[in-house]
């Protein structure tokens, strides 16, 4: 096989081990006395909601909601699929994230309230509180994208300007709550998947307005003024551990990057290839994580250690860009630009990353591939690999040597997944 086929072999069945239509049905329970409501948000829930909708008995009431990103939908019979606003959230996830608010409400203690939860939903399911304009929410999530905080903090603050996140939906009402969740987080912690609508949220207030002080983030009037007063006790905390009604939501981590990784190294393990995983929690500076992983690949090539080649280097985890330049490109393509600045041509060695849900960052593509040539190939064609790094235009880049790897929405999401494998 060749090594273009193999690394985009590694990415497919990283893949599969993450597919909702697969890995829902095993945790499906019993229908309940009374009504099975399913709510959701993130990438996978249109998937999710579907293997839902196979899964249930045909002759137990089903109904529901579920919010996913611009094109991820799907066409279902019991529960209604809404695309929204993605990574900044829109006025379509607000109006159905009250009412999917408004129907868990309405849930005795006979019901079942089963969310579907998975990477994304932080902006899809966008529900702000009294004095927050959507306005404002969707201007300090672009600050905050560009500004290179991580997922875990972003959510701090989307958890503290929000009704329905960081516990809020799964103590609207009484009724029992089972939440599946797909995480696309370092760490797999529920409370930061979708900024935890069924999980106690352990940040507070000032942790928030830390973040946006530590990433020189300065927010609308509104959100401000809000953070503020939370930090001074004028506004209730979010949902804490412990707090009650807690006992009866469950929430099951149905899908994991580090199982996906595990996918791909037993597809590569297969093929000949040793498999060097460096884990799911890699994170930093993508340009930066790059370079860590070119000097690895070097020792391989070199020195035949710590494994003697064929390798593949695996990694997963959620980079993060700090936007400096006005091109175009996400978390993926700007690893993948950097790495091949930093091989220079190695012989035999490829690379691909790519974003599980098919969207590296806001492009059309899930990532791209690097391979020996790829930077004479660039040359001939009169770009220039680090004025183009500078500018955060890895889109643009692979673009034109015609290395995008392009999906189209999966459906899934389990964060990035990254090959290195030298021959």
């Not at 770009?383 to 034109?400: H, I, Q």
Request: proline share 8%.
């Amino acid at each position: 096989m060749n090594p273009r086929e193999l690394v985009a072999g590694s990415f497919q069945a990283a893949l599969s081990a993450a597919n909702p239509l697969v890995i829902v049905p095993p945790h499906l329970p019993r229908p309940p006395a009374g009504r099975t409501l399913v709510v959701g948000a993130g990438k996978a829930a249109a998937a999710m909601a579907a293997a839902v909708e196979a899964g249930w008995p045909a002759d137990a009431p089903l109904e529901g909601v579920v919010i996913t990103r611009y094109g991820h939908g799907l066409p279902l019979e019991r529960i209604r699929v809404v695309e929204a606003g993605h990574p900044v959230p829109d006025e379509a996830g607000e109006a159905a994230a009250r009412e999917i608010l408004e129907r868990t409400r309405a849930l005795g203690p006979d019901d079942l309230l089963l969310a579907v939860v998975s990477g994304g939903g932080s902006s899809l399911l966008s529900l702000p509180v009294a004095g927050v304009a959507m306005a404002d929410l969707k201007a300090v999530t672009r600050d905050l994208l560009a500004s290179g905080a991580p997922i875990q903090d972003m959510n701090t603050i989307r958890k503290h300007l929000s009704v329905i996140q960081g516990g809020r939906l799964a103590l609207a009402s009484p009724a029992r709550v089972l939440a599946l969740v797909i995480s696309d987080v370092t760490g797999d912690d529920p409370t930061h998947i979708a900024s935890g609508p069924c999980s106690p949220d352990p940040t507070t207030f000032a942790d928030a307005l830390q973040i946006l002080e530590r990433y020189r983030v300065r927010p609308p009037a509104s959100i401000a003024s809000l953070l503020a007063r939370g930090a001074a006790g004028e506004v209730p905390e979010s949902p804490k551990p412990g707090s009650p009604g807690f006992e009866r939501v469950e929430t099951r981590v149905i899908a994991t990057a580090h199982a996906s990784l595990m996918a791909a190294a037993a597809y590569l393990q297969g093929r000949g290839v040793t498999p060097l995983v460096l884990g799911d929690s890699v994170t930093g500076e993508s340009r930066e994580v790059a370079k860590v992983h070119g000097a690895i690949a070097r020792q391989i090539a070199q020195h035949a250690h710590p494994f003697r080649p064929p390798v593949a280097i695996i990694s997963g985890g959620e980079t993060t860009v700090t936007v400096r330049g006005q091109g175009k490109g996400g978390r993926c393509s700007e690893f993948l630009l950097s790495l091949a600045i930093d091989l220079a041509g190695m012989p035999r060695a490829w690379a691909l990353a790519a974003d599980t849900d098919g969207i590296d960052g806001a492009e059309s593509n899930a990532g791209a591939i690097v391979a020996p040539d790829t930077l004479a190939r660039a040359a001939a064609l009169g770009l220039d690999a680090r004025k183009m790094l500078d500018d955060n235009d890895g889109f643009g880049f692979f673009g034109a040597v015609g290395d995008l790897v392009v999906t189209g929405p999966t459906r899934t999401n389990v964060n990035d997944y990254r090959v290195v494998l030298v021959q």
